[in-house]
């Protein structure tokens, strides 16, 4: 039996205080939903009295979203209260998240005040918001740097005065993991009513220390975690999702578990990053472009002979299609033969170790070796193309669907044929499969700018499936109609050879 932990994603609100990361209340809305897809189970929408446009964006994910809780942000007074309570008032389930500050750097020098006050107002901020709703989080800000004695007696009166859940943030990232699990656990051991209540951890990352603080907090009986996707917010960020999720399910023996659906984690930390403008960095765990890239030769062999030589996750785990071998200079004979076979370039054990003292020279020349440079190293070498085109001509109008005309030699004969289509490529497509006569189907379709200036050429990579296998195609050309062409046709050579 394996205990619960509750994921809380303020992705929109902590997560969007990044600068120029600020969303519109439409793309607020898709994340959200895209979040309930996820599986998250509270989903902090915003802090409704900040602005007109947060409060907005809560009313409009309440009406969005009907799964998770919508909780909504507001200090611990009154008028923060009440506008957190107006936003929510179409939530299915709705929660109020008030508190104020615990350390004493806080106490002293932001609210100007003592223990005994504070203590005050974080009681009737707790009875104000539960009038208004059944779930109450209090946040004792900048708990990591507060007394634990006093941070008890704290958490002890606002459970007693209706608090659901306890956040007890690490505001500033100041502790280390061992403190932090240790100030949970004697939370745990000398609050009076905690039993009543969620503890939640909220971790940030200004010393590197976000995930592994939270991982020490709920190995200490926290069962609530705050989190983001791709580790977003202020200054260095906030406790990752991915990670977290990831960490729990690959370490069974902690014993605790999530209802995240882990094969959501790569599209939606996509959807955040585009929608927000904010890059992911290529290195970050879990989602980053190269958390399962290999361009090692000898890590390489070892992916290739087994995955779990050198990854402890499997990438269709978090929605990623499969491991990247990246050719390089470092690679071996062994990732090379797999690339070309991807390509559908087969050779035999001796016919590689021929190319491979050239790909090594092409290599060391670049940085990284792309499809292309490869069709280039093989050359002649991968047979005779029984695909030519000989001619083709493309005609678009307002008043007619695109027509192409092409004209291949295909088997030593010269055929001609016209097709239309929804567009051009699709047209141009059309008129292929009328001359080859063959059941395949386009799986994958990548354009891409070689140079990015007007008169820039189009790179098109794609690939088709027949008859259970997969065939890479590449084509440029300063006419993208015409890069397509040479892309399917080369993907087709592979099949007919």
Known sequence: MTDRVYIFDTTLRDGEQVPGCQLSTLE??????????????????????????????????????SEPVICALSRAEKPDIEAAAQALQYAKRKRIHTGLGASDYHIRHKFNSTREAILERAIAAVKYAKSFVEEVEFYAEDAGRADWDFLAQMVEAVIHAGATVVNIPDTTGFRLPTDYGAMIRHLKENVANIHKAIISVHCHNDLGLATANSIAGLQNGARQVEVTLNGIG?????????????????????????????????????????????????????????AFAHSSGIHQDGVLKNRENYEIIDPEEVGVAQSSILLTARSGKHALRHRLEQLGYYFSK????????????????????????????????GGRRKLELLDFEMKISQQHAPCAKIKLRYRENIIQVEASGKGPVDAAFSAINQIVQLDVRLEEYQL??????????????????????????????????????????????????
């Open 350 to 381: 001796d016919e590689v170790k021929e190319l491979y003292p050239r790909f090594l020279e092409m290599a060391d020349a670049k940085k990284d070796i792309c499809d292309e440079d490869l069709i280039a190293l093989v050359g002649d070498r």
């Open 28 to 65: 607020k809305v898709m994340i959200a939903q895209e979040l309930e897809t996820l599986g998250v189970d509270v989903i902090e929408a915003g802090f409704p009295i900040s602005s007109p446009g947060d409060f907005q964006s809560v009313i409009e994910i309440s009406k969005a979203v």
């Open 234 to 290: 202020e200054r260095a960020g906030n406790t990752a999702l991915e990670e977290i999720v990831m960490i729990l399910k690959t370490h069974a023996h902690l014993q605790l578990h999530t209802h995240i659906q882990t094969q959501r984690l790569y599209p939606t930390s996509r959807l955040v990053s585009r929608l927000m403008r904010m890059p992911i960095q290529a290195n970050k765990a879990i989602v980053g472009r190269n």
């Open 448 to 497: 891409q700018s070689m140079n990015g200036g007007a008169d820039d050429n189009g790179k098109v990579h794609l690939q088709l499936s027949y008859a259970g296998n997969y065939y890479y195609g590449f084509g440029v050309d300063d006419d993208i109609i015409l890069a397509s062409v040479h892309a399917y046709l080369d993907a087709l050579n592979k099949i007919t050879a």
